[in-house]
């Protein structure tokens, strides 16, 4: 089916430990987004991509790495996750500046 | 940069009533869009409806609509004849304009309005 898919849905890690959530979408939208959604901010973005291989930083960018070498695909790494990165985690994607943003699912990321 | 405020941090409604979320906005700019998307307990962010700053008339989605002041910096949704399936945290959130560049295309939400609607 069309859309997109953020995997995995829930993940219990430790500090220190490098974890990677994976974003995937069907539209072959240019833009992709990062947001970590904590209570009491709403969602703020991480780090954005305008095409394959352009990738820049949001508003909160630090300790987490991102990629898109295919248009589709938009990971997101904590290098050494901190118990501070603790959040629910979406991506999303659209067609062009314009056009409203469309959500995944979501990853709930737990950081012990 | 751009703000916005979500002055109810919840909300209650009785079903088949009609409840109004506030946002309020603040931008230098004079063109940019304005959204409402809904997130129920499964965590889905799903889109409401959504409003350009140059057009003065106000969007409707069926049971939604909303009020855009852009004078006032005010965008207020309303939802007539609630249901229960209507229950939700509600962003509203802000997007500059086309061409502007940079990181200025992404959504600036608000820290979220919690509507209940009892039965």
């Known amino acids: 089916d069309a859309g997109i898919t953020q995997s995995p849905r829930y993940k219990i890690t430790e500090t220190g430990r490098q974890v990677t959530l994976m974003c995937h979408q069907t539209w072959s939208h240019s833009y992709m987004f990062w947001y970590r959604q904590d209570l009491g901010h709403g969602l703020r973005l991480i780090y954005y991509?305008?095409?394959?291989?352009?990738?820049d930083k949001g508003e909160v960018p630090d300790g987490y790495v991102v990629s898109r070498s295919k248009t589709e695909n938009f990971p997101l790494t904590l290098e050494s996750a901190t118990r501070s990165q603790t959040s629910v985690y979406f991506c999303?994607?659209?067609?062009?500046?314009?056009?409203?943003?469309?959500f995944g699912d979501g990853t709930r990321l737990s950081i012990l | 940069a751009q703000t916005v405020t979500q002055s109810q941090p919840e909300m209650s409604v009785q079903e088949a009533e009609t409840v109004t979320l506030s946002c309020t906005y603040d931008?230098?700019?004079?063109?940019?869009?304005l959204f409402w998307y809904k997130q129920p307990p499964s965590r889905q962010m799903i889109l409401v409806i959504r409003q350009e700053a140059y057009k003065q008339q106000n969007a409707t989605e069926n049971r939604f609509s909303v009020n855009f002041q852009k004078a006032a910096k005010s965008f207020s949704l309303k939802i007539s004849d609630s249901q229960l399936g209507d229950a939700a945290m509600y962003f509203c959130a802000y997007r500059s304009p086309m061409g502007s560049g940079g990181s200025n295309y992404k959504l600036t939400f608000g820290k979220g309005t919690l509507l209940t609607v009892n039965p």
């Open positions: 991509s305008a095409a394959a291989d352009i990738t």
């Open positions: 931008t230098s700019e004079s063109d940019y869009y």
């Open positions: 999303a994607s659209s067609e062009h500046q314009g056009q409203p943003q469309h």
